[in-house]
Each structure stands twice: as structure tokens, then as C-alpha cells.
């Protein structure tokens, strides 16, 4: 029994030793030089944000809110926000940006 347990973490520990070694990825142009632009952002990317709202001359929090919603990015530079907001647990209406 105790050869298994000692088998299963030598493995564990070897996998995360390999996990470690991988490269990182991103877009690389010709020179190896990292490249970005707008063409690699596509897809979809969810967000998430909690806190508390003040109010401008006031030092305590007004109320408590929190954000969640979905990036669309079309990969030419466009694209579209789906938001919900809730200020002291009532969702809000915020218009599709």
C-alpha cells in the first residue's frame, strides 16, 4: 500500500515538474519578436468585479455593488459588451455597449 502512495505522488510531482517547463504562449512574428494586434483578440471573455460604491463627498459606501458579463471582440477591433450590474441586490438595466 505504501508503494502505491509513494508511486501516485512521485507522478503528481513529476507532471507538475513538466507543467512548469512549458512554454508561454502567445503570438510570435518572424523575428521571435512577441506580435500583437488587434486580429489576436477574438472570442469571447467573461469578467467579473465586486465592491462598494461611494458617493463623491461622502467617506462611508453609498451602496454595494458587483458586475458580470461577457467581451465579444470580433478580431478587427470591434466588438460588444453583455453586462449585468446589481447595486445593493437590484439588478440595473445597462445598455448593450
Given at each position: ?37 488587434v486580429a ?21 459606501p453609498a ?35
Open positions: 500500500m505504501k508503494r502505491k502512495a509513494l508511486w501516485t505522488v512521485g507522478i503528481g510531482v513529476l507532471g507538475s515538474v513538466a507543467m512548469l517547463t512549458a512554454g508561454q504562449g502567445f503570438p510570435v512574428g518572424n523575428d521571435g519578436s512577441p506580435k500583437c494586434s489576436t483578440l477574438k472570442g469571447r471573455y467573461l469578467f467579473a468585479a465586486q465592491g462598494l460604491v461611494f458617493a463623491p463627498d461622502q467617506t462611508e451602496a454595494a455593488a458587483s458586475v458580470a458579463g461577457i467581451h465579444v471582440f470580433n478580431g478587427d477591433g470591434t466588438g460588444y459588451d453583455l453586462v449585468t450590474l446589481t447595486l445593493n441586490g437590484i439588478d440595473q438595466q445597462v445598455p448593450n455597449l
